[in-house]
């Protein structure tokens, strides 16, 4: 590893990354999860998504390696955090950007859509969610998860990421692949500016209700184009499942960790709010979560 600078440990899987003393590769680490991803990222970049082309690949030590080229040093994310510290807000350029990359992403997987086949129950761990939040497993959370589905089933099924967002989108497309599988054409990236609100508003920036609005435009024209179709009407049942995925996986079991338990509880609401907004109008704003700080010190 002589050769390569590290750059961190990688997240929700084993293993770290690396970049090349010229900046122009990255290399990853990781187990099996690292060699289905790689073989997932190379067929994609073969039907014209905007990933890393992988340029080597093995075994190594017992683990596993990808060698890719690099799309950029700076995500959205990193570039949205320089904005807010400079005049606090997120440049009109980052939502831009953004736009630009999913509407490159759209294009792409609605050329090659897939067979219909389930696919709520990986992109919104709903097992593990009703696991650790029993008392949501009911009829009326089914009925209304339910209710999505139907209405998403009018989309074409597509190769998704699953957890599309800011932090991994570059000015040169989409990095860490890990999570992929199926959804339908817009999943991925309708949420992506959503996600800062369903995480707390702690990640040292806003989005504000007119560049949700304005991205969500740049996307609706490119999904008019590809179907015919302007998959915003179809926002509200995206959000439902990501009321699912931020709550995945939150229940804490270590009973001293008090910042934990408020975390979850704050997540729960955030679940219960977006269930009551669903069921009211099939949408979900997510302008009226509360920060994860105002939640803290209003039910700590």
Known sequence: MSDWEFVKNRTAAQGAVWRSADGLLYKRTGGVELREEADFQRLVAGLGYPVP?????GPEDSNYYVVERSLGTVSLHEEALADAQQDGQVSHQVITTAATVS?????????HPVPASPWFEKAAFAEN?????PDFDTPRVHDTVKQALDR???LPLVRGHLDYGLPNLLDAGVIDWQHHGPIPLGYDVYPALDIVAFKGGGKGYTISAEQRSAYTAALDETTASLIGQRVSEHLGDFLLVKCFFFLALMRPTDTARHDKHVKWQYRRTIFTMGLDQ???SNTI???????LER???EHG
């Open 53 to 57: 082309e992988i340029v080597e690949s």
């Open 103 to 111: 509407s490159r992403l759209l294009q792409a997987q609605a050329r």
């Open 129 to 133: 969610v009703f696991e650790e939040n």
């Open 152 to 154: 998403l089933a009018q």
């Open 278 to 280: 669903y069921e009211s």
């Open 285 to 291: 704003d997510t302008g009226t979560f509360p920060t």
């Open 295 to 297: 939640f803290a010190a």
